[in-house]
């Protein structure tokens, strides 16, 4: 789905295949969010769920964000803050999965960070620019707050490092 997103986007200004592509990104948006909610309520949560999940929804948000700043509606430092944060806690999952520690799950700033970082996307792309900004840096803060939250939560691995 991310491909025919990108190329969706690909062909510059034009509201009517933006729409499509905020269709698209909505749908997906909600069937991870789906998916997500069936695995705890039939309790098949598993640890390759709590990290594939989440790369997953990297990838199209990030693909997402790039796309905007491609398209003049999203400024690149914001989305590099953004990108940075989640190829940060990127690596400290796998930091995790390596080290047999446990892979925590996303928690409640995580998942508004998810939630806002969508909404910006689908606002901006909807060309809803004064909702698509303010929703855009709602989603910065709850990206580095989720981000200082997660790297907390697994301060076990540091704290002989850091002596």
């Not at 200004?13 to 991870?32: E, P, Q």
């Not at 690596?91 to 047999?100: A, I, N, P, S």
Request: proline content about 2%.
């Amino acid at each position: 789905m991310i491909p025919i997103f990108i190329l969706l986007l690909s062909f510059g200004d034009n509201h009517f295949l933006r729409v499509i592509a905020a269709i698209l990104f909505a749908v997906a948006s909600l069937t991870d969010y789906l998916d997500g909610y069936l695995a705890r309520k039939w309790n098949v949560v598993t640890n390759f769920g709590k990290f594939a999940d989440p790369m997953a929804d990297k990838l199209l948000v990030m693909s997402a964000f790039i796309m905007l700043i491609e398209l003049n509606l999203a400024p690149a430092w914001v989305i590099s803050l953004i990108i940075c944060r989640e190829l940060a806690v990127t690596g400290l999952r796998l930091l995790l999965v390596e080290t047999g520690g446990t892979v925590l799950a996303a928690a409640m700033p995580g998942k508004i960070k998810t939630f806002s970082q969508m909404f910006a996307i689908l606002f901006l792309l909807l060309n809803w620019s004064f909702l698509g900004q303010i929703t855009l840096y709602i989603a910065l803060f709850f990206t580095i707050y989720s981000g200082y939250d997660y790297f907390k939560g697994a301060g076990y691995l540091f704290k002989d490092t850091f002596k």
